[in-house]
């Protein structure tokens, strides 16, 4: 009787610490949670009272009120702990990017690792490094792919839509930002638009055009076998559900929930990219050829061809290694300097206080 007691304590404790999750979700949620509660609990009670002499003896609406009672607070916290779990995971491990200066001696390189959806704490930090490199004598370098003519707009776009199932990235990005409770990277680097328009010569976008991917994908296809086989498909039809247009409904749907529905898909999204993280022994995907490893050997050349000796680079963390090897295979002396990590995800911040004496 002791056990059964602490059981039911902690089912009841645990159901009202889920209850604001199931409340913030809507009244279907719970509407639903009781039907299904209430079959498993019918069943539950005939084969207890089938299996149990002391529930035989007692009646069915008796055993069922108690099964149901059950199954609800049991069905109510499974539902509600991947939501505390995908807070706690947020908070205990954080979505990090590195802040590297590398070094050979005649150039110095600060690499800022980038993502392209992230909190507006980690893009208020990056925008002030790069305002301070500036001031210090730093050319900025961005990436982007270019797309300076309709033909290689047209590439990239359709290479955007065998990468990622859409060609809109910055729409489907800025989407997900929304829903997420954080920031498209680009909103924030529009801050430094008007030193740009002052002084155009210390930023630059790094990237290569949209037609030397091409061409670089055209070669691998040409004199790499294994590469031609893993890409015989591209570019052709693919079925609905290789694509992202469920991830996007959902995206659209909770852009239109309740504003608690809006807070509990933020939570869930937050968590999803802090357990996301990129893994060091990942296979590398199919289009790390054409996507990391050229334009890695691209701005490695870039950077040691430049006049500037102080240049600061906001890429994909994805970059860093491939980029850090391109450059010794030009020059062996290229050394890891400092290193300095920021957080990239984290719920945003509500602050309220009282202001006094400046009643209307």
């Not at 050319?139 to 776009?157: D, H, M, N, R």
Request: charged share 20%; with cysteine.
């Amino acid at each position: 009787m002791r056990l059964q007691a602490i059981v039911w304590f902690v089912l009841v404790a645990a159901f009202v610490l889920g209850l604001p999750i199931l409340l913030g979700w809507g009244y279907g949620l719970l509407f639903v949670l009781v039907i299904v509660a209430a079959a498993l609990a019918t069943v539950s009670a005939w084969v207890i009272r089938r299996l149990s002499l002391t529930a035989a003896g007692r009646p069915f609406a008796s055993v069922w009120a108690r099964s149901l009672l059950g199954w609800t607070l049991t069905l109510g916290v499974l539902i509600a702990a991947p939501f505390y779990y995908l807070m706690v995971v947020t908070e205990t491990r954080p979505a990090t990017v590195p802040q590297v200066s590398l070094s050979n001696g005649s150039k110095r390189v600060v690499f800022q690792g980038m993502q392209h959806i992230g909190s507006e704490h980690f893009y208020q930090a990056v925008i002030y490094d790069v305002e301070k490199a500036l001031s210090e004598g730093y050319v900025s370098y961005y990436e982007g792919v270019q797309t300076p003519t309709p033909e290689s707009k047209a590439f990239f776009e359709k290479l955007s839509r065998e990468l990622v199932g859409g060609s809109d990235l910055s729409g489907t990005y800025k989407s997900i930002g929304d829903v997420c409770g954080m920031k498209f990277q680009l909103d924030y680097f529009g801050l430094l638009e008007a030193d740009k328009a002052e002084h155009p010569k210390r930023h630059l976008v790094a990237d290569v055009d949209a037609l030397e991917l091409r061409a670089e994908y055209e070669r691998l296809l040409r004199e790499d076998p294994a590469f031609a086989k893993a890409h015989a498909s591209d570019f052709q039809p693919k079925p609905a559900a290789d694509d992202n247009a469920f991830m996007l409904q959902v995206v659209e749907w909770l852009k239109s929930g309740s504003p608690s529905q809006k807070v509990l898909g933020g939570v869930t999204c937050r968590g999803l990219f802090s357990l996301n993280q990129p893994d060091e022994n990942a296979k590398p995907g199919p289009m790390q050829p054409v996507i990391l490893d050229f334009r890695n050997r691209a701005l490695a050349r870039r950077i040691m061809q430049a006049p500037d000796d102080k240049i600061f680079i906001t890429y994909g963390s994805a970059h860093l290694p491939g980029l850090v090897a391109e450059l010794r295979k030009l020059d062996p002396k290229w050394a890891v300097g400092s290193v300095k990590w920021l957080r990239t995800v984290e719920a945003p911040e509500h602050i309220e206080g009282q202001l006094r004496g400046l009643q209307n």
